[in-house]
């Protein structure tokens, strides 16, 4: 690998580009479901090939292959900088990158046990308990299980002298259970939906999750919610769980504070942002409990945003996003910031695969904990607890929302007194986030993965971190989902 | 290597395992797209890549690996990979054997001049379309995306089709101070695609939607245009599944054969529409049968795979994914049949309505009433008294497709339309009446 991005830079540098930078990666995936008693999805998959990005003629060019000849490199290096020369055609003016020293580095993430170490059938008998678990009410129509592990190795080279290589290891575990009857699909699903809880670990992820010690609560709740009574409408106090936070903190936080976003380069797709440049340091984002950081180092947790070196060859940092609910900071590239006059890139540069262009991407955007027990969290006279996304939506400024939830409960007195079926709730981000009035403390803190978030055309999709813990919201939006 | 040299090693290194049952999809592309915003191109890129996947039967087990390496060694190491993951998976005693040799028909959808587009063709097109842009005073972000690929798919027991296509797509944003307009083409043959029309087009909607009105969240008539027909009207096509039927997570489950939809609702799936792109067969060899998914508001065919087929005792649609997977099938050449009107009279004949020109980050709030939010996007208006007014601040809907489908009042043409939200379709634009805005954004 290192010989090939070596090989692949040296072609590019004799090129005469201003500058070069080059990823060599190898990717090996695994995956395996159940579904009603059967092994559903059993499969492996590996990548590797090389991805050249070069700046020459003050343009971009990028240039991708999986011939690792000395020709097939050579020609995809040419292609990059035709691609670079073409751009001339609609230039404004030329790229500038803020200045970052070279780096060399070997980097492994921790990883206790390696899950490609563990059999496929053990993988298999795991999810099977789980599935006969799920499956012992017959009203359960649907058992869905699956693991997934991930060995990335990247090797990046670049022409400042950089010579960076990095292994990561990441695992997803999870399992929902769907109850179709009387003309109703309810679904609850553990840890999380879609697919459960991500990590930056190695199989020691699935033993913490206790799988099977979950399914009788989950197949338990997915029936129970045919009877619960439909979300009210209207306005109330809300509580939501950790893992939805950390989706609310994706959509309303992660991807306003994208500085490509601010700037324009997603405009055709995946939008622009409120947080418009003059809004820094002057917005209050939130209440003043409210703090928020962008942190890809190990010290922040084994998130799916966790790394040592962003893939323009920056260190991994922590910065200041929210702080006592001030708006302090955006994501970064090298490029952004040398246009917002910032001195250095904050290192949230991530490209999925070799095969595609680094963009700004969250690395773990998350809620610190704050300093309230779970009861005190709960500590309200009338409201509503919502727990497991089920869907999602935000404008393409990142002003409006709207999230739906698996479940949700009436909170009486600080307790939960009444299921409700179908809870949503809908609003501004910031006067959501300015409505936060109790977060729960570290004990209840968890850094949850986001592994399927889209961004760029072509359309890449990276794991993201968020952590959070349980937190109050007042006067909320809710119900409107199922408005008249 | 050619495909079918490569196939050649995959069923040698099985035998050599004593495996007989074998599957390859061996797949190549060389994709290129130059991005632009600001008026500027921003990012500009091109990747080659090939894949090959292989499946294994062995003894009523099933499993695949994959690779993008395809020398000698690579080849063997995949298919040892899948027939040991297969011998380590559990026995399904539905599994069928491999599918027998048929025939497809051909679809004629690769064009040299997308094939040889290069990157300064990009682009000098897109430096022409930022003209237009620019010309309005106004900004342009975008893309102008060139590619062509190859699919093959070959079993042990002599299945061998193959397909390979081009495709183009311009899309661009317009933006002025305090409104936008978009507009997206795709087509198999570059020629089609007029990217300075299209440029043209999302000028005059950002022009037009200038200072928006902020309307109150309600119940109004919509005209939909094809994009946000496709974008919404999409998402229900993976229901159209007998696997999705079976498992209790589709919102035809008690409703086939039922009439659900207005008398004006007709949908096929086509592989064959000359408008739709892909191949004529599926994911595991079978030809590609056209089904009438909706006739006249009933619900009729839906989509089976080999396997969903075999548990039903009816005959395979053609529409299964490769093998193994959960999910099973789902159409995948949506063609809606439209209908007499044009956009132009829908607005001439709506007292007052919304015109939608694009819909955006659409998500599933129920699942059997098939009820989806979203947001209106760039080019969002008031029309009253047969015109267009003013633009209009954008909204929140929240909106069974049941209802909607119930309430169209006119269709227009059809036209090959392309969004964000899923797959491109054959669709026209739509009058809905009664259509649920539920809140309104800042902007």
Redesign the interface.
């Known amino acids: 690998m290192k010989d090939v991005a070596l090989l692949a830079l040296e072609h590019a540098a004799i090129r005469g580009v201003e500058y070069a930078d080059v990823r060599a990666v190898e990717t090996r995936e695994r995956e395996v479901?159940t579904?009603?008693g059967?092994?559903?999805?059993?499969?492996?998959?590996?990548?590797?090939?090389v991805g050249i990005r070069v700046l020459a003629h003050g343009?971009?060019?990028?240039?991708?292959?999986?011939?690792l000849s000395r020709d097939g490199i050579a020609r995809?290096a040419s292609?990059?900088v035709?691609?670079?020369?073409?751009?001339?055609?609609?230039?404004?003016?030329d790229v500038a990158l803020a200045p970052e020293e070279a780096h060399e580095a070997v980097w492994v993430s921790p990883c206790r046990i390696d899950p490609f170490s563990i059999?496929?059938?053990r993988n298999?008998g795991e999810l099977?308990a789980v599935d006969a678990e799920l499956r012992r009410d017959p009203a359960i129509?649907?058992a869905?299980a699956s693991m997934t592990f991930t060995r990335e190795r990247q090797v990046f080279a670049s022409t400042i002298g950089s010579l960076i290589d990095q292994t990561r290891v990441t695992s997803g575990a999870g399992f929902a259970a769907?109850?179709?009857k009387n003309?109703?699909?309810q679904?609850r699903s553990y840890p999380n939906s879609f697919g459960g809880q991500y990590q930056l670990k190695g199989y020691e992820l699935v033993e913490e999750l206790d799988l099977r010690a979950h399914a009788p609560r989950i197949a338990e709740e997915a029936i129970a919610l045919h009877a619960a009574d439909q979300c009210p409408e209207g306005e109330f106090d809300l509580i939501l769980d950790s893992s939805q936070l950390g989706l609310q903190i994706h959509e309303s936080i992660g991807h306003p504070i994208e500085l490509d976003r601010v700037?324009?380069?997603?405009?055709?797709?995946a939008?622009m942002s409120?947080l418009t440049l003059d809004q820094l340091h002057r917005l209050r984002y939130g209440s003043e409990m409210v703090n928020v950081v962008c942190d890809a180092r190990l010290e922040h947790g084994p998130g799916l945003g966790t790394f040592a070196f962003d893939d323009e060859g920056v260190p991994a940092q922590s910065n200041d996003i929210i702080r006592g609910g001030r708006f302090t900071g955006y994501m970064t590239s090298r490029e952004t910031a040398a246009a917002v006059g910032e001195r250095r890139s904050n290192g949230c540069m991530r490209a999925d695969g070799w095969?595609?262009?680094p963009l700004i991407r969250m690395t773990n955007v998350s809620l610190l904990p704050g300093g309230q027990s779970l009861d005190e969290v709960f500590g309200m006279d009338d409201g509503i607890y919502m727990e497991t996304n089920?869907?999602?939506?935000?404008?393409?400024?990142r002003?409006?929302f709207?999230f739906?939830c698996e479940i949700g409960w009436e909170v009486r007195g600080g307790k939960r007194v009444r299921m409700l079926k179908?809870p949503?709730y809908?609003g501004?981000s910031t006067e959501f986030w300015n409505a936060c009035c109790a977060i729960a403390g570290r004990e209840h803190w968890t850094l949850w993965g986001v592994p399927n978030c889209g961004k760029g055309?072509?359309e890449q999709v990276m794991g993201t971190g968020h952590g959070a813990s349980p937190a109050r919201f007042r006067k909320i939006k809710i119900g409107?989902?199922?408005?008249g | 290597m050619a495909a079918d040299a490569i196939f050649e090693q995959v069923v040698d290194a099985a035998r050599a395992l004593g495996v007989t049952e074998i599957e390859a999809i061996e797949t190549s592309h060389h994709?290129?797209?130059?991005?632009?915003?600001?008026?500027?191109?921003?990012?500009?890129?091109?990747?080659?890549?090939?894949h090959l996947?292989v499946r294994a039967l062995v003894e009523g087990?099933?499993?695949?690996?994959?690779?993008?390496?395809l020398d000698r060694e690579a080849i063997r190491d995949?298919v040892a990979?899948a027939v040991a993951?297969?011998r380590?998976?559990?026995a399904?005693a539905d599994l069928l054997p491999l599918p027998s040799p048929a025939s497809y028909p051909t679809a004629a959808r690769w064009f040299d001049s997308t094939a040889r587009s290069?990157?300064?063709g990009?682009?000098?097109a897109?430096?022409e379309a930022?003209r237009v842009v620019e010309e309005a005073g106004q900004?342009a972000?975008?893309?102008y995306?060139t590619g062509e690929a190859s699919f093959s798919l070959f079993n042990s027991r002599g299945v061998a089709a193959h397909h390979r296509e081009t495709m183009a797509r311009f899309?661009?944003?317009a933006?002025a101070a305090d409104s936008?307009g978009?507009a997206k083409a795709s087509a198999c043959d570059l020629g089609d695609l007029d990217p300075v029309a299209l440029a043209r087009s999302a000028a005059r909607k950002a022009t037009l939607s200038h200072a928006p009105r902020e309307l109150p969240p309600g119940r109004y008539t919509v005209i939909l245009e094809p994009a946000a027909v496709l974008d919404l009207v999409g998402q229900m096509f993976g229901d159209f599944s007998a696997t999705a039927i079976r498992?209790?997570?589709s919102?035809l489950?008690?409703r086939i054969g039922k009439k659900i939809f207005g008398d004006n609702i007709t949908i096929h799936d086509d592989a064959l529409d000359a408008l739709q792109a892909g191949a004529a067969f599926d994911g595991e060899g079978a030809p590609r049968r056209r089904l009438t998914l909706v006739e006249s508001g009933v619900v009729r065919d839906i989509a089976y795979s080999r396997a969903a087929a075999a548990l039903a005792g009816v005959e395979p649609t053609g529409h299964g994914f490769p093998l193994?997977?959960?999910f099973g099938e789902a159409p995948v050449n949506i063609v809606i049949a439209g209908g007499e009107s044009t956009v132009e009279r829908m607005v001439a004949s709506a007292e007052r309505a919304i015109l939608v020109t694009r819909l955006?980050?659409?998500?599933?709030?129920?699942?059997?009433e098939k009820?989806f939010?979203?947001?209106t996007?760039?080019g969002t208006f008031l029309v009253e008294d047969g015109a267009v007014t003013a633009g209009v601040r954008?909204f929140?809907f929240?909106q069974g497709l049941m209802e909607m489908l119930s309430n169209v009042e006119a269709l227009s043409a059809t036209v090959r339309a392309s969004g964000?939200e899923t797959f491109d379709m054959v669709a026209p634009a739509m009058l809905v009446r009664d259509f649920r805005f539920?809140?309104?954004?800042?902007?």
């Not at chain 1, 343009?59 to 011939?67: L, N, Q």
């Not at chain 1, 700037?263 to 797709?269: K, R, T, V, W």
């Open positions: 479901t579904k009603n059967k092994a559903g999805h059993v499969s492996s998959s590996e990548s590797v090939g343009c971009w060019g990028f240039a991708a292959t999986d011939d995809a292609l990059a035709e691609i670079a020369r073409a751009g001339t055609a609609a230039k404004k003016q059999s496929v059938e298999l099977l129509t649907l869905e769907t109850c179709y003309d109703d699909i679904k700037l324009g380069s997603e405009a055709n797709y939008g409120f095969a595609r262009l089920r869907s999602w939506s935000i404008d393409d400024k002003y409006n709207q739906g179908n949503s809908s501004i055309q072509p409107s989902a199922y408005g | 994709e290129a797209l130059t991005r632009f915003a600001n008026n500027a191109i921003h990012q500009n890129v091109a990747e080659r890549a090939s996947s087990r099933t499993a695949r690996a994959s690779t993008n390496r995949v990979q993951l297969a380590a998976s559990e399904d290069t990157p300064a990009r682009a000098q897109i430096a930022l900004t972000a975008g893309i995306s899309s661009i944003t933006m936008s978009w498992d209790g997570r919102f489950n008690d193994p997977n959960e955006w980050y659409i998500r599933e709030v129920d699942p059997y009820i939010t979203g947001m996007r760039d954008n929140r929240n964000e539920s809140e309104v954004t800042r902007f």
